[in-house]
């Protein structure tokens, strides 16, 4: 035999031998597929009774959003997720004391939000998280809501200064 020769009949048995193991990789997957269904079926998952009822037990559903949901904000009126325009949108931590002036011998103080909008407010407006108690020539004093269950006190005092800062009681 030729060396041409040769080389054709070792090519043309390692072309046999990839086709072959091919066919034995294909016929393997295919005998594998339905032993993996036997597998399942045979696995015998245990069925819940016929009169089967769920009782939650004070537990949540684990399948409802933790989002904007809770006893805090249903019981304080607030149900939906957004916030109102204007100074009932602004939260107490956000908010920054930008001057005060005295107008009908009241103190009024101006205030910006984190959007940079200036609202002006008195004693006794309504925020997102708290009202406004006193407004001073130096300071705007806020009584925020505490939305924290471990907490003992349900309300804070927050001093927001003129010139910047604060300081909680």
Do not use: C
Request: aromatic share 4%; no cysteine; charged share 20%.
């Amino acid at each position: 035999m030729t060396l041409h020769a040769r080389l054709a009949a070792a090519v043309a048995l390692m072309i046999g031998a990839g086709v072959s193991a091919a066919s034995a990789q294909t016929a393997e997957s295919k005998a594998a597929a339905p032993t993996t269904a036997a597998a399942a079926a045979a696995a015998n998952l245990p069925s819940p009774p016929a009169d089967f009822q769920y009782t939650p037990d004070g537990r949540r559903d684990p399948f409802l959003s933790l989002v904007n949901r809770g006893i805090d904000a249903t019981a304080s009126g607030r149900t939906s997720a957004r916030r109102p325009d204007g100074v009932g949108g602004l939260e107490t931590a956000t908010l920054v004391v930008k001057g005060t002036l005295q107008s009908r011998g009241a103190w009024v103080a101006m205030v910006a939000g984190p959007d940079g909008k200036v609202f002006t407010v008195r004693a006794g407006d309504r925020l997102f998280d708290g009202v406004i108690r006193t407004v001073t020539a130096q300071t705007v004093v806020i009584l925020q809501e505490v939305n924290d269950p471990l907490s003992l006190d349900k309300q804070r005092e927050v001093r927001k200064f003129l010139r910047g800062g604060e300081e909680v009681k």
